[in-house]
């Protein structure tokens, strides 16, 4: 089945890095794209421009994803732009520490943005989607959460559930037209990433090399066309055969 | 805004959103179990929101999870609007 026209995507954490790389990108393949930001307006506004000067069409959505007003995000889009029948949950916090040490708090702040609100956000946006019997959720996963790594356990957790949620839900509504679907970005280079790029890391990537936003955009563009209509439940890993 | 719950209305928007479902017309009647009339737990929940838009009445899992015939939903609906 086609996309409806004037169907819009909602990418949260979308003011910078990956999130603003995917905007940028589902943009270019014709969806109208609500630019969500928590703190970074600018960030955001910069997006929003970039997208509208390759002739594309783009509203800033300010909200944060862990708290009270998600629904208000999803209306604003479509009053925006149009129904919202593309969610990307890219928003996502890193609070490290090793498990012995790990306060709940960092605990508890890492699973509520991470994987709560991504199932909450989801759920709110299916409605719409089971209405129009078309709809494409992408979930940012990581390669850490199948895979260790030392100090995240907050976030591994967290991404390990995104991954099982992913598959459930996609279980759930695959009847009504609608996949879901995660991407697992390995090392991008990103802000988030940026003091973390050692050469023993980098060495330890069989690609030798970081990621680029572009090139995890560009897996979520796939998911959310058209073309990948049968593709559901899957995690696409885009992380150099770092999981291989 | 919400329109009256009285058991014509809601059996008039039942017996329209079942067909959406795949359900054929011909075989809709309050006495049809949602077994029979091929009607999954995804079709239910898809109703349960038809008519909280159209009433304004939730019905949560556990509600829906005890309705076996499409009278009994029609009967649910209208008990929880009075």
């Keep these: 089945m086609s996309r409806p026209e004037h169907a819009a995507a909602l990418v949260t954490g979308a003011s910078k890095g990956i999130g603003a790389a995917i905007a940028r990108e589902l ?32 509203v800033a959505v300010s909200g944060d994803v862990s708290d009270g007003d998600r629904r208000a995000m999803l209306k604003d889009v479509e009053s925006e732009l149009g129904p919202v029948l593309c969610l990307v949950n890219n928003a996502g916090v890193a609070r490290d520490g090793l498990a012995i040490q790990l306060e709940d708090d960092d605990w508890d702040a890492v699973i509520a943005t991470n994987l709560s609100a991504a199932f909450r956000l989801t759920r709110d946006a299916l409605r719409g989607m089971i209405k129009a019997r078309y709809g494409r959720v992408v979930n940012i996963a990581s390669v850490v959460g199948p895979r260790a790594n030392a100090g995240q356990s907050n976030y591994a957790a967290a991404k390990a559930g995104l991954i099982g949620m992913t598959k459930t839900i996609a279980h759930e509504v695959a009847r009504r037209g609608v996949t ?43 998911l959310a066309s058209e073309q990948a209509g049968y593709v559901t439940g899957s995690t696409l890993y885009v992380d150099g055969g770092m999981s291989a | 805004m919400a329109a009256a719950i009285t058991e014509e209305n809601v059996q008039k928007t039942v017996f329209e959103a079942l067909p959406q479902f795949g359900v054929d017309e011909s075989q809709i009647t309050r006495d049809a179990t949602f077994e029979d009339l091929d009607v999954d737990s995804l079709d239910l929940a898809e109703l349960s929101q038809i008519i909280e838009d159209e009433y304004g009445v939730a019905l949560k899992g556990d509600d829906v999870g005890k309705i076996k015939t499409v009278g009994d939903a029609i009967d649910l609906v209208v008990s929880r609007g009075s």
């Design chain 1, 27 to 58: 943009a270019a393949d014709g969806w109208a794209v609500g630019v969500n930001y928590r703190s970074d307006e600018e960030g955001a506004k910069a997006t929003v421009k970039a997208i509208e000067d390759a002739g594309g069409r783009a």
């Design chain 1, 180 to 222: 879901v679907n995660a991407v697992a970005p390995g090392f991008i280079a990103t802000d988030m990433t940026s003091e973390l790029a050692t050469d023993e890391i980098v060495k330890a990537i069989p690609a030798r090399r970081q990621g680029t936003p572009e090139e995890v955009a560009a897996a979520v563009r796939f």
